[in-house]
């Protein structure tokens, strides 16, 4: 029955959209890449690589996706909250004392930052031939996966195919001619750390090396201004003094510390032709075509591990890879990848309707045009890219999507290439479960499951508390004490609560009790003790943290010093009310922990609530505090609105007018990953023409073309400039446009929400709605058409609508909707039963 329901559900679809079968999605541009923010990004969810598409020299720089600095044993772990000091912060900001409050944090209760993603290395083809070029054009096609490189030279056709292969964890290149002896290339590794060497290993080449054992991208004269040259034992003595005039330690200068990596390719000549392997590379001549596996390993055994003294071979490790995968040809790697893929990326289809002209143009072109002329097509293509991103830089048993996803090229990269947790790798994932990819989710679970291990010690031995905690950043090491020394961010201890809403909001998307008892709960649970011991009472009978930040804002305080740290903010205690919330109803549920339940029921009583300022704005702080900067590109207060659901306009409608207001008051300019926060914040406000007047700021060419602005928006191969690259913008984008076409938070499901006017005609299928709905519909003139709604589950539905409808399972009508006022709107609400396995038919009611 579930089967037959499902291809009648695809079947109604296809019949109901009318479209003819559909072109691969691509990006595609006339020439090459001239710098990595030009180049295409493919990965395999464990290896990546920006692809450059050359004619005289392809380069593919190389990612893999646990190769950081350092190791265990360098993570600073001597901080303590005492008593004493506790007290005396707390009795500061209760006198309203703030900024000594905030140096007496920074002082005591902050650590040093966390380790860096490292690049591994550069892989080079060299052209042996030259001669004049036509007809060029690379693209990636994101249909598949496949990044391509087409020309012609001297009147000879080449092709250069590359993917990632998650089934094989390898990179496989292939380059052909139409000429028997077309290809004349060379080979060779190069790597940004001076450890690196290549060698010739028999039938393959090889580059093997060391990252550095230390990194640091705080200047010396900060961290001495700050006073934390003990915080840094690797670069200063006892005494103060510096030990190097360098901040990035390799082999003996850091005690031969460091994470060991190898890399090894393969060269296989279906055709014939010669073959030249040694220490200098690789040289292919005489030939129509020869293909390239690649593998690459590091020795990374675990967080807890070192990868000096306990890792794992990286050249054995590369080595079995390596010989799993040859085993196969081409032809079939490339259908294993494609099978594997397109199982993934399938799943959902989004069609906006742009004109023949604007669908003819290069990528970079049309972002150029895109603000003189709506391009609803490339808007759709940049959702289905973030989707694309997501499969290959985020797969099971690898780790998850951290800044720049799996993509770097800096040994010191901008903010250590880590994951920064009051925002952006939270949102990296948003779009995750909506866009039907909810595997992909699995390397999250496995470091809060990872996070809370180390949390736990810093919750008992740095705070004496119950639970576990972490902080603004972690890296592959799962650090989880506070870090750096900037007090708008350094200082927060909210992650655990954040991180276990993604565990809540997968239980509700796939109903899945058992991970909700094994996994959520304990995990949850633990984030409760911490926030259950670490609130205090604000002298009104009111529960609220004792020091917090809401990230990364500074406020100015009555005296007109511009601080960070306050009692109480509103961020805090969204997340603390949400744990306490889900944590109360999984007790429940399960019947676990009943003394513990009581006592989260009794402190979620006495939170301090939600209050609305003099501007009518969401309050951001305990005091309605100034801001010191008013257009602040983080909306950390609205955490509650999005991603949360406490503020909807049926439970809470002055609030969600309050949240309106804030929005306004912050203005639409912003950062590229914070255009990402904003979309979703006026798709939830159901506001599909201010959300897509966001979308357009976002379609900012930077650093290309003759009309480039200032400010965030996305380079030519559609990555997100915060700037610089930074990958949330790009999954924050593609969470927005689900938000805008569909949303299931306040308890039921809402069709065309926030359909902008420009969007007037397409359709959808695929999206996942919470209650394990899955949703395909239609839509002409800004109006629904058509939908049908598979229930996986057997979930009873409850759907609402901006037109009346009718509900069907096959001929039989089953229900109709009725009207229902939401702020100030009316609306078509119908429930009904379903069973599992089944599709449900949606028809607007004809006047």
Known sequence: MRILSYFLFVFAFVACAETPREEPLSLWYDRPAENWNEALPIGNGHAGAMVFGGVDSEQLQLNENTLYSGEPSVIFKDIKVTPEMFDKVVGLMKKEKYKEATDLVCENWLGRLHQYYQPFADLHIKNNKSGEVSEYKRDLNISDAIAGTRYVQNGIEYEREVFASNPENVIVVRLKSNKPDGIDISLNFTSEHPTAVQKSKNDRLAVQGKAPGYVERRTFEQMESWGDQHKHPELYDEKGNRKFDKRVLYGEEIDNKGMLFEAQIKPVLPSGGTCEITDSGIHVSGTDEVYFVMSLATSYNGYDKSPSLEGIDPALKAAGILDKAVAYDYKELKKRHLDDYRN?????????????????????????????????????????????????????????????????????????????????????????????????????????????????????????????????????????????????????????????????????????????????????????????????DDGKGRLVTPVGVSPENWFITPGGERTALSMGPTMDMAIIRETFERTIQMSEMFNLDTDFRKELEDKLAKLLPYQIGSRGQLQEWMYDFKEQDPQHRHLSHLYGFYPGDQITPDKTPELFKAVEQTLNLRGDAATGWSMGWKINCWARLLDGNHAYEIIRNLFNPVQFGPKKRNGGGLYSNLLDACPPFQIDGNFGYAAGVAEMLMQSHAGFIQLLPALPDVWSEGNVSGLKARGNFEIAMQWKQGSLSEATILSVKGNECRLRTAVPVTIKQGSKEIASSSPVTSNGKEYYEAVFATTAGTSYRVNPVTP
């Open 344 to 536: 993934l990326f399938d799943r959902v289809k989004l069609k906006l309707v742009s004109d023949q002209e604007q669908l003819a143009l290069p990528t970079d072109e049309r972002i150029i045009r895109f603000d003189e002329k709506a391009d609803p097509a490339l808007s759709a293509l940049l959702f289905q890219y973030g989707r694309y991103l997501m499969i290959s830089g985020s797969r099971p048993g690898g780790q998850p999507l951290n800044l720049q996803g799996i993509w770097n090229k800096e040994v010191v990269p901008p903010w250590n290439c880590g994951y920064t947790m009051n925002i952006n790798l939270e949102m990296n994932y948003w779009m995750a479960e909506t866009a039907n990819l909810s595997e992909c989710q699995e390397p999250l679970f496995t470091l809060i499951k990872e996070l809370s291990e180390t949390g736990a010690e810093t919750a008992r031995d740095m705070y004496g508390r119950r639970g576990w905690v972490a902080h603004h950043n972690t890296s592959l090491w799962r650090e989880s004490l506070p870090n750096d020394n900037v007090p708008s961010a350094s200082f927060w201890p909210m992650v655990q609560g954040w991180l276990c809403s993604h565990l809540w909001e997968h239980y509700l998307y796939s109903g899945d009790k058992e991970f909700l008892k094994n996994t959520a709960y304990p995990l949850t649970k633990g984030a409760a003790e911490f926030f259950a011991d670490w609130l205090i």
